[in-house]
Structures are given as structure tokens and as C-alpha cells.
């Protein structure tokens, strides 16, 4: 040992500790596959959103008046700032991307299950609040869409009853979304929001190491410990799983900058053309939509022909993912050896999310005209589809209950071992 | 004199007391933190009434203009307009104007103080985005049997020419009618109710 690190350790003697309980000695399965790429990819996309954010800041304007024009400042005089502004906008869009493949890796593995139901809470706090600081994110540009999505957003607190629309009031600041509210939503944007975050991620990891990962057979490898205590199909996580999800940073850059150099509005997926032209509080864009990873939620409210209802399922929708470790009671974590009922349910519940983001993107009518001819009604067609889609997306979770709690599932035999080949 | 013994229900008190003091503490601190987020009295004072020409307006044709930063429509409805009206009652969600959303001098058939003038606050009662004027009989890919009226591109809400809103929409209520008067026979008042009415 160095003269310096002794110094060191003498005087901070936790800190060792802690980076050998975390790296050096944090021994995680042996078999992780690809699904297991997306939780490190999520920490960097968010340390590029903290860096790419605090330059952004630095030419931003948050008022009703400068704001839109300081982003074009930023995208034309400042050095760089295009640069700067297209791999924080793009993160924005990755963010969602790994982390909606971090949480289905999650409902595959059986990742929520006991030991780690708190992973699972703390996980889906950070989405809610990852969800928060998107949406604030995408009103400070103060693009036209901006401006109504944070109306439309804002306005669903007044489904809430009594005292719903002082509230909707309190979180504007004034009586339509200006100054007041663009000045919060930075300070949450920029400050609080990012600080939950991190705070939450510490959390998440801290509650992952105390139980130790699961794995793609869903085993615990606790069961198997060789005389010093370390798990037998255990591997410490550094060096072996930092140089190996440096592969996947790799890969994943690559793909990013692509998109940055290329299309960084990925066909108006990640960057809206309606936000482009500056907010007018007087003319609603011609089809409001929100960005994509928002879209199979704003189908569910949309498709509801009811404002309370439709709040209400909204809500619902993301509270179900919160209760799934109580709703699931098979002792089977992974989909490899789980019944044939959870393989396909979970298959349609992909498929369902995916087709209510093609309906709140707003991609149905188009598709609804090939396929039925220009003369379909399309309003009728797009909402029977629509709340089929909706009920099958609740449908999983009360399938998933019934399945497991009647003991209906038919599962196989787990390995007592994981099964990786090496 | 030294007692080691402890007195665990003191103990337990002291603990107690400590923590609700502080934590009413804390609560009352955080009441000024959670009101600076009500409108300013700067956002307040902004919203005057306004008065408006309405002779250049022609038949069939809407004008919008801004109050309190609320876009405010003002329609010179045509005698077919008018006349589709009625034909609509068994299709809106409140026909009649039963829910307070106008004045009570504008809750009428035609909810409006004279027939043709429409005027309203142009936003949808489901999230508030600007509803479209779509005078044009005839189908629509919205409705195919389209009698004319206002159409939220947002979530598809319709409203008729009296701007009530249409049943199996999610818009839950018809669109507001703001407080207004005639000044005269071509300048509207809007924010102030006519003279006598509440
Ligand atoms: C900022 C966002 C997030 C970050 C940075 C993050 C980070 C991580 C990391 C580094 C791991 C360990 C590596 C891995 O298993 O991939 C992990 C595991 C996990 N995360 Fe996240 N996470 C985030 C959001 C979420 C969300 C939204 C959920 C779901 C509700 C979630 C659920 C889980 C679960 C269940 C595990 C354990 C997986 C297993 O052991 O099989 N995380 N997370
Ligand atoms: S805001 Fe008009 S339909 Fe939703």
C-alpha cells in the first residue's frame, strides 16, 4: 500500500470499505446476458443528462420571454451548443429506451420478487420521478407543444376532487402556464428533481447489494458458497462485470452517436416539429402528442371516455407496476422456467404497450385509412381498438394474480445451479 | 449519587414530545414554502375586462380574442346554424345547460344573451387545449354526421355550434360562456355581466 492511500485510509477509513463492498468483493452471478447491460447504461445516460444539463444551463433563459429564443441561441451561436443540446435531448429519449428494457428485464427474470421487492419500489420511484423530470424538461424549450403539454399535463390535476382545481392553480403559479411556471419547472428541472435521482439510485443499489443480483435462471446464489463465503457461480464485480459493461457502453455510444450526428430528431420521435415554433397560448398545435415514452400512458387516458375515469386509469397504470411483487405469487422467478401462461402474457403485455404508444403517437389513423379505406370512421375504430389495448394491459395484472394465486401455473423444474456454459 | 437505573417511560415521552413539537415545527415552516407557489399578486392583477368592434364580423364566422390570457370566441352564428341546434339535444351529455359553465342569463337553448352572437371562453373543458371552429356540414372523420360546431384536436372532444359537448367524448362538461354585455349594438363587453343580472 502507497504511503498516501495509508495516509488516507487512516483518515477516511470507511471509504475502502465501502468500494470493496460494492466492487472488489460484490460477487454477482456468473451468467448475466444482455438484459443485464441496462442498469449500468442507465447511470451513464444519467451522469451525460447531469453534465450535458449543467452546460445547457448555462446559456438557458427560464422566462416565458427568452426561453425559446436562448435554445435557439444555444443550437446556432454557441460553440458546440448544438452538440451539447442533441446528447442531452437524445439521452432524454435513451433514458426511456434502457429503462423501459431495465424493467422488462425485471418482469422476465423475476427480478422483483422476494428478496428484492425493495429494488422493484425504489426502481419504480425512480421511473416516477424520472418521468417528472422529463416532463419538465420538455416545457422549458417553450416550443408550442411545450407549452400545451404542460396545459394538458398540468390540467389533469383537476380530476382531483375538492380542491383539484386550486391545485391545478398552485402548480401553475398563475391562471394559463407563463413565467411562474416556467420558473419552478426549472428549479425542479435543474435542482431538486436530479438530487432524487441520485439519492434514489444510491438507494436502488444499496437495496440490490444487501440481497445480491438475480440472474437470467432466477437462482440464488447465495444457496452455494464455497468455505470463504463467496458464492460459488459468483464473480467479484470488479473487474469482471465493469470491463464487460464496458462492452455494452460501447455499443451503446456507438448507437447514440449515430443518432446525435445523423437524426437527432429521429423523425420526430425525439425532437417535435410542433416545438419548433414558439408557444402561443391562443392556438393549440393540430394534433397534440406527447413525446413517445409518454405515449402508451396519454392512450390510456385518451381512450377513456371519461376525464375522471381517464385520469383515474392513468394512474392506475403505473400503480399496478408498483403492486406487481405481491400480485405475482409463483415461487418460479424466471421466465426460462416459469408456465407457458406467464410467457405469453407477458408477450402481449409488451405487445399491447407498444401498440398504445402507436396509438398516443398518434401513428393509428393512418393505418386505420390503409387498411379500411379512406371513408372509415376513424374515431370509432381507433377507440374500440384502443380500449381492447387498454383492458388487455390491465388484464396481465389480474392474470397474473389469479394465475399465480389459484396455483394454475404449471412450471418446471428450477436448476439448483445456474447454467452458464463457461 | 450515581443512579444507573433508567426511566424508560420518561424516556419515551421526552422522545415523543420532541418529536411532535418538530415535527409541527416543520409543518408550519413548510406553509410559507408551499404558498409561494399561489399566484404572485403580480399574476393576479393581470386580467382586466375588454371591450370589442363585433360589426366586422360576418355571418358564419368566428374571431377570437385574448382575455386573462384565455382565448375568447365570438361567433356570428348563421339562421341554419341556429336551427341545427334543437336537433342536437339527444346527442350532447347536458342539452339543457343544467351544470353551471354560462351565466345564468345565457342558459338558454342557444346559450347566449342574443341568439346568433356565440361568445366563449375556446377551451376545452377536458385538459384545456383550443378546440377547433369547424363550420362545415358534412362528414368528418370525427363524426360522420357532422352538424357543424368545435372539435379538440387534443383527444377528440366535440361540441356543437352552442358549444355543449357531445356524449362518449372525454370533455365532461360544455364549454364556459365568460360574464358579458352589449354595450351597444356592435361592441361586446367581456368580463362584466349586463346590468341587473348577477
Ligand atoms: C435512473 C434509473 C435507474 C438506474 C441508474 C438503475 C440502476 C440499476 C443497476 C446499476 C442495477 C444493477 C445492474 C442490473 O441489474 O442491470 C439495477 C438493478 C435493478 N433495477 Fe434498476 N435502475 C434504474 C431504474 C430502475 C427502474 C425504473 C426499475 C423498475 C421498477 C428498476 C428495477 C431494478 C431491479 C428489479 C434490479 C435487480 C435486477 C436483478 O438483480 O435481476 N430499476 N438497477
Ligand atoms: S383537451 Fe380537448 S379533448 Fe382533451
Known sequence: MGAFTQWFNERAPGLGAVYKKHMTEYYAPKNFNVMYYFGSLAMLVLVNQIVTGIFLAMFYTPTAAGAFDSVQYIMRDVNWGWLVRYMHTTGASMFFIVIYLHMFRGLMYGSFKKPRELVWLIGMLIFLVLMA?????????????????AKVIITLFSAVPWFGHTLVTWIMGTFVPGDPTLNRFFALHVVALPL????????????????????????????????????????????????????????????????????????????????????????TPATIKPVWYFSPFYAILRMIPSKGLGVLALAA??????????????????IRYRGLGYKIALAIFAIVFFLLGCIGADLTPGWIVSIFGPNADITT??????????????????????YTFFGFERTRPVPERVTTHA | MADDSINKGRRRFL??????????GLIITAIPFVETWLPSARAQAAGSPITVDISKIEKGQMVRYGWRKQPIFVINRTPEQLQWLPKQDPR????????????SYCKNGHRSIKPEWMV??????????????KKKVGPEPFDPDWKGGFYCPCHHSRYDMAARVYDGVPAPLNMVVPPYHFVDDTHIQIGVDPKGAA
Request: with cysteine.
Open chain 2, 92 to 103: 350532447l351529455r347536458d342539452p339543457h345547460s343544467n351544470e353551471p359553465q354560462q351565466p
Open chain 2, 15 to 24: 422522545t415523543a414530545s420532541t418529536a411532535v413539537i418538530g415535527g409541527a
Open chain 1, 133 to 149: 423530470e422529463a416532463f419538465m424538461g420538455y416545457v422549458l424549450p417553450w416550443g408550442n407543444m411545450s407549452f400545451w403539454g
Open chain 1, 381 to 402: 375504430i381507433e377507440n374500440l381498438f384502443g380500449r381492447i389495448l387498454v383492458i388487455l394491459y390491465f388484464a396481465f395484472f389480474v392474470f397474473l394474480w389469479v
Open chain 1, 317 to 334: 397504470s403505473i400503480v399496478a407496476l408498483f403492486l406487481v411483487p405481491w400480485l405475482d405469487r409463483g415461487g418460479v422467478k424466471s
Open chain 1, 196 to 283: 432524487v435521482l441520485l439519492l434514489l439510485v444510491v438507494l436502488h443499489l444499496g437495496a440490490l447489494h444487501e440481497v445480491g443480483s438475480n440472474n437470467p435462471d432466477g437462482v440464488e446464489i447465495k444457496k452455494h458458497k464455497n468455505p470463504k463465503g463467496i458464492p460459488l457461480d459468483g464473480i467479484a464485480f470488479h473487474p469482471y462485470y465493469t470491463l464487460k459493461d464496458l462492452v455494452g457502453v460501447g455499443v451503446f455510444l456507438i448507437i447514440c452517436a449515430v443518432i446525435i450526428f445523423f437524426a437527432p430528431s429521429v423523425g420526430g420521435f425525439f425532437l417535435e416539429h410542433d416545438n419548433s415554433i414558439p408557444a402561443n397560448d391562443l392556438v
Open chain 2, 120 to 133: 366563449l371562453i375556446g377551451i376545452c373543458t377536458h385538459l384545456g387545449c383550443v378546440p377547433d371552429y
